[in-house]
């Protein structure tokens, strides 16, 4: 499916070199395994965006720390928005103290729009990715994080959320730093 990604994405091409990231901190630090197609995906390439839109972030190596605060942070901010009945009860689970949110955030957009894992299932390779619009809608894509990408940009897969325009741009990669 990488290959599939890449052919979607030539840009992704610039990227060199198998990137050594230590999953067992990353993993530890947030608490949960990650899906084996967004390490391959992390292992292959840095966070990048797409025509300076849609965001997908991977730890650096050396710096899984960092990724990790970004992790946690993003989910403190989705247990706020339950007291406020901003997340659907169907990307809820119990918790040790209530209910939690089954989401683990792996993408954006610089809109609002944000980008999970429905993290609900033991194993994360069945997680499927939920996409939520900045004007309140929820999508649950049957894929991982690959084939979402893949098939979002190949019109396999069609999110109502996200501008179809968004899908007939030139998809320039640009490789973020942090």
């Known amino acids: 499916m990488l290959d599939s990604l890449r052919t979607q994405l030539p840009g992704l091409s610039a990227a ?13 630090g947030i608490g949960s395994p990650l899906p084996s ?29 960092d990724f990790v605060i970004g992790v946690t942070s993003a989910r403190e ?5 339950i007291s406020e009945d901003d997340i659907p009860a169907e990307y809820l689970v119990a918790g ?24 609900a299932a033991e194993d994360p390779d069945s997680w499927p990715v939920v996409f939520r619009s900045r004007g309140g809608g929820w999508w649950t894509v049957q ?19 996200l501008a179809p325009s968004f899908r007939e741009t030139a998809r320039q990669v640009s490789f973020l730093s942090w």
């Open 16 to 28: 060199s070199g198998r990137r050594v990231i230590d999953w067992a901190t990353v993993e530890a």
């Open 37 to 65: 197609d967004y390490k391959v995906l992390a292992e292959a390439f840095p966070s990048f965006a797409v025509d300076e839109f849609l965001l997908v972030s991977t730890p650096r190596p050396g710096d899984e720390s």
């Open 77 to 81: 901010l989705l247990e706020d928005e």
């Open 96 to 119: 040790d103290d209530g209910q939690m949110a089954a989401l683990l955030p792996c993408g954006g957009t610089p809109d609002g729009d944000e980008i999970f894992w429905n993290t």
């Open 143 to 161: 894929e991982g994080i690959v084939g979402f990408l893949e098939g979002i940009f190949s019109g396999r897969v069609v999110v109502p959320g």
